[in-house]
């Protein structure tokens, strides 16, 4: 196979993925993707960083740090596409941080259902700004918007 096939531009990788180029470089700044360097230091990368690209891609869609995503990278070999099984024990331990995150986020909305429900300008129930009435020692009204 031909150097070219084998190598792919940043802007190649940017139009394959669909990612912008300044964040194709970010990420390889962060050590979630590698490039080889040319002789006249152009970054050339192979296939293997779309498959890594797509992953990052997922995990920011249902809203995962790339702290996340860079642990799940360093446990695979570099210039490797990950396989069927990697993805496997990835999703594993993602699924557990979703469910957690999907938990928080049920709460969230059940508490904010209940805060516009209430009305109430004081905001003396409400438990997301005002968990434990706390902004009572301040006054009584909007004392949020007073500030």
């Given amino acids: ?4 096939k084998m190598h792919l531009t940043v802007g190649d990788v ?3 993925s669909g990612i912008a180029v300044s964040a194709i470089h970010f990420y390889e700044r962060k050590g979630l993707i590698v490039a080889d360097r040319t002789g006249g230091n152009q970054r050339r990368y192979g296939r ?3 498959r890594r690209l797509a992953l990052i891609r997922a995990a920011q869609e249902v809203g995962l740090p790339l702290s996340d995503v860079a642990e ?3 446990g695979l ?9 990697d993805w496997r ?3 594993s331990i993602w699924a557990e941080k979703l469910d957690a995150r999907i938990r928080i986020l049920q709460r969230l909305r059940h508490d904010l259902d209940g805060c516009i429900g209430c009305g109430c300008l004081s905001l003396q129930r409400c438990q997301l700004v005002n968990p434990a009435d706390r902004l009572a020692e301040e006054g009584t009204g909007a004392v949020t918007l007073a500030r």
């Fill in 89 to 91: 024990q990835i999703a």
């Fill in 48 to 50: 293997d960083v779309l």
């Fill in 14 to 16: 940017a139009r394959r």
């Fill in 77 to 85: 070999p570099q210039k490797r596409t990950p396989t069927p099984e």
């Fill in 1 to 4: 196979m031909s150097e070219k």
């Fill in 72 to 74: 799940a990278l360093a």
